[in-house]
């Protein structure tokens, strides 16, 4: 049987991103419709509009996911179930705002057509 102050020090060595990914997962829905606010200004072609806006809510978005699920699957054996809860939260955040910016930017879109 292992010395249980071994498997403590094993556990305080551990060190996980799940606490910055649930931060990051948070915070890209608004940054990513701050940055498309910026990308529709009246300081860019109206050719580009389109196109920046887009990438600017679909990078954040897509950048916390994937930041999200590395976390998760780096997150090691002796890892705590706090930190698989925050990885995993930190990927339904990311989703979540995915999902809320996307209905949007769809009702806003068809009621643009009537």
């Given at each position: 049987m292992?010395?249980?102050l071994d498997y403590e020090r094993r556990l305080t060595r551990t060190r996980s991103i799940a606490i910055v990914a649930l931060v990051c997962g948070l915070c890209c829905?608004?940054?990513a419709v701050g940055l498309a606010m910026l990308a529709s200004g009246d300081s860019v072609p109206d050719s580009k509009k389109d196109?920046?806006?887009?990438?600017?809510?679909?990078?954040?978005?897509?950048?916390?996911f994937v930041?999200?699920?590395?976390?998760?699957?780096?997150l090691s054996v002796h890892s705590t179930s706090r930190e698989r809860l925050?990885?995993?939260i930190a990927i339904?955040?990311?989703v979540a705002w995915g999902t809320?910016?996307?209905?949007?930017v769809f009702l806003v879109d068809a009621a643009g057509k009537f």
């Open positions: 292992p010395n249980p829905g608004p940054a196109f920046l806006s887009s990438l600017a809510i679909v990078a954040p978005i897509a950048g916390a930041f999200s699920g590395v976390a998760r699957i780096t925050l990885a995993n339904v955040s990311t809320i910016i996307g209905v949007y």
